[in-house]
């Protein structure tokens, strides 16, 4: 069982937006403004696509955006593309002696 | 550019060790705020942080595998080393070593992983 939990799956027909939500607790995500979100399509290896909660990576579409309410953080995807079908993890620090707690991913699918 | 690959065994077999090394380019180890990790993915399953060393020889490790695992650096030979023991078939999965830095939050540049099967 992963530390933060994440819905299985969501889906969204392309320009439409989507959520995905990521809940911890007050030890992970709510603790800090340390949540990072991946992007991982079938057999590649993951890629950064938030950092510091909402801050985007040089190159990752500002379709992608990151918020964080009490112990839940959100990624956020606008103008949906058929190339965003893809899983996603969000990851969390918690704590000086775990640098990394992720969820157990979420699959979109762009219908 | 940086650039990570992850190297080591296919196939190990159960109470065994396991090596891995990610050799690096594009940045040093001893830079100051500079870190490299390490990642499993179990086929068909999540994502799972397993340990980190930074330029000053800080290391983390993740609270379930910590007696199991050690990472060490060569900074001249541009490595990073996690060495894993007693392994177990639920050990199998790809393993992905990630660039990351004190500065901000998140694993910028990651290997392409390599496959690691524990069967006897």
Known sequence: ?111 | QITLKESGPTLVKPTQTLTLTCTFSGFSLSTSGVGVGWIRQPPGKALEWLALIYWNDDKRYSPSLKSRLTITKDTSKNQVVLTMTNMDPVDTATYYCAHCVSSYYGMDVWGQGTTVTVSS
């Open chain 1, 1 to 111: 069982q992963s530390a933060l939990t994440q819905p299985r799956s969501v889906s969204g027909s392309p320009g439409q937006s989507v959520t995905i939500s990521c809940t911890g607790t007050s030890s992970d995500v709510g603790g800090y403004n340390y949540v990072s979100w991946y992007q991982q399509h079938p057999g590649k290896a993951p890629k950064l696509m938030i950092y510091d909660v909402s801050k985007r990576p040089s190159g990752v579409p500002d379709r992608f955006s990151g918020s964080k309410s009490g112990n839940t953080a959100s990624l956020t995807i606008s103008g949906l593309q058929a190339e965003d079908e893809a899983d996603y993890y969000c990851c969390s620090y918690a704590g000086s002696y775990t640098f990394a707690v992720f969820g157990g991913g979420t699959k979109l699918t762009v219908l």
